[in-house]
């Protein structure tokens, strides 16, 4: 079992994980990119049993994505760091952005989503499984 910590940028919020994640996934969805302020997001899907906050609280900003699921994305209320999300349609699990994970080497993404929506500058990686859309439930 892998054990990770990790934080915000201003170090208000810090988090422990005591599991291996369910899931690694590059998202290239519109919410994702404007989320991040990146070209993609990377998330790691864990049981949301296995994520303690250590420090700190988080804020959640709700909306409804593509799928018709409410999404909830938390964040530091200081930095504004998006730390965690969670959705109606993943009960019991929760996403960590890699980019907050301290030491996240040992994360590797499976699946690549949304790909009919990423940039024309993207380079896809040829070690994943990749879905025009959402991935397939």
Same mark, same amino acid.
């Given at each position: 079992?892998?054990?990770?910590?990790?934080?915000?940028? #201003? &170090?208000?919020?810090?988090?422990?994980?005591? &599991?291996?994640?369910?899931?690694?996934?590059?998202?290239?969805?519109?919410? #994702?990119?404007?989320?991040?302020?990146?070209?993609f997001?990377?998330?790691?899907?864990?049981?949301?049993?296995?994520?303690?906050?250590?420090?700190?609280?988080?804020?959640?900003?709700?909306?409804?994505?593509?799928?018709?699921?409410?999404?909830?994305?938390?964040?530091?209320?200081?930095?504004?760091?998006?730390?965690?999300?969670? &959705?109606?349609?993943?009960?019991?699990?929760?996403?960590?952005?890699?980019?907050?994970?301290?030491?996240?080497?040992?994360?590797?993404?499976?699946?690549?989503?949304f790909?009919?929506?990423?940039?024309?500058?993207?380079?896809?990686?040829?070690?994943?499984?990749k879905?025009?859309?959402?991935?397939?439930?």
């Amino acid at each position: 079992m892998a054990q990770f910590t990790g934080g915000c940028l #201003c &170090g208000a919020v810090r988090y422990e994980i005591n &599991g291996d994640p369910v899931r690694v996934a590059h998202c290239h969805c519109d919410d #994702c990119r404007k989320a991040t302020g990146s070209s993609f997001a990377t998330n790691a899907f864990f049981k949301e049993d296995d994520l303690v906050v250590l420090q700190g609280t988080t804020r959640t900003y709700s909306h409804t994505a593509d799928s018709g699921n409410t999404m909830n994305k938390e964040f530091c209320p200081e930095c504004g760091s998006q730390l965690f999300g969670f &959705g109606s349609g993943g009960a019991g699990i929760k996403t960590v952005k890699v980019g907050t994970i301290d030491d996240a080497s040992a994360i590797k993404p499976q699946i690549e989503v949304f790909i009919a929506r990423a940039l024309p500058f993207t380079r896809l990686s040829d070690e994943t499984e990749k879905f025009e859309e959402g991935r397939p439930r």
